[in-house]
């Protein structure tokens, strides 16, 4: 038993080079309604349905903080399997099928069955930096024009391994993806800290003991008997000083006991550098992260 640390950010995945089935052989999902954004209390997403004969679809992108990190849900009605070990996804139909690095079962209300992962659409330009050596500076560039630049020349999301083949007809994803960011500029402004002055950070909050600490976490003794795996998005408030003021879960996606358990040990398991404004001045700011515990 235990558990995968994953740093809110871009993952990579691995590329499989060689095509899971023919076009003609998947199911071809379109929009059964418009986007809709959600922006709840630490979260912002984005939500859309497709249906395929009588088959239905539902998609979500979630992000918890700025960055690449996009936690994205995919159900379907024809998934009829409670786990998927061998999902594969694809963004527009290039013929590069990734694996997704995270990928948890889920079930949904209507019975929709499927996964969420963390896939990467969008990466940083060529030749630019993020976080400098320890990834705890600031952006080199304009991550958001350039998300939104990668985004416009995407239109399909395709899965192997969620039963039957299939994709889904995303249409044009540039304006929904500024939306989601300006959400979570919004978002940003409820979290007693300067948005502002985050723009231009020289520094963000980052862990000082990273390895040593991630090796603190276990799985929680009161689990053991369910046996089942849990998915925690976390927030630390950060003071000036780096001191660990405040945790907020993002989004309860798991049993209670998971929830307790990461804020508990995560207060206890890090130091922080605290973040620098453009003058190099230590400010109050957040780090997010995400506990993924496995039995």
Not at 3 to 15: D, K, M, N, Q
Not at 52 to 67: D, K
Not at 113 to 137: K, L, M, N, Y
Request: glycine share 10%; net charge negative; hydrophobic share 40%.
């Amino acid at each position: 038993m235990g558990f995968r640390w994953l740093g809110l950010g871009l993952l990579s995945g691995a590329v499989i080079a060689s095509p899971l089935g023919a076009a003609d052989e998947r199911l071809q999902f379109t929009p059964s309604g418009p986007w809709i954004a959600n922006y709840d209390a630490d979260s912002c997403a984005l939500r859309r349905s497709f249906v395929s004969g009588e088959h239905e679809a539902h998609l979500e992108f979630r992000r918890f903080a700025p960055g690449w990190g996009l936690q994205t849900t995919v159900a379907t009605s024809h998934a009829g399997a409670r786990s998927f070990p061998n999902v594969r996804y694809r963004f527009t139909d290039d013929g590069a099928w990734r694996n997704p690095g995270l990928g948890l079962s889920v079930t949904l209300d209507g019975g929709l069955r499927g996964v969420i992962i963390e896939p990467a659409f969008a990466e940083p330009p060529e030749g630019s930096t993020i976080g400098g050596e320890d990834e705890s500076d600031g952006w080199s560039f304009d991550f958001k024009a350039a998300e939104r630049e990668q985004a416009a020349a995407i239109d399909s999301l395709s899965f192997h391994g969620l039963g039957r083949e299939f994709v889904l007809q995303l249409g044009k994803l540039e304006a929904p993806i500024g939306a989601l960011q300006d959400c979570v500029d919004e978002l940003m402004t409820h979290w007693n800290i300067d948005a502002e002055a985050h723009k231009t950070l020289t520094r963000r909050a980052w862990p000082v003991n990273w390895s040593a600490g991630s090796r603190m976490l276990d799985y929680p003794p009161k689990m053991q008997r369910q046996r089942m795996p849990g998915l925690v998005n976390v927030r630390l408030a950060i003071d000036e000083t780096g001191r660990i003021t405040g945790c907020s879960i993002q989004m309860p996606l798991s049993d209670p006991a998971f929830q307790e358990s990461s804020c508990a040990d995560i207060q206890h398991a890090f130091d922080f550098d605290p973040a620098l404004d453009k003058d190099g001045k230590p400010i109050a700011s957040y780090w997010t992260t995400r506990v993924i515990f496995t039995f």
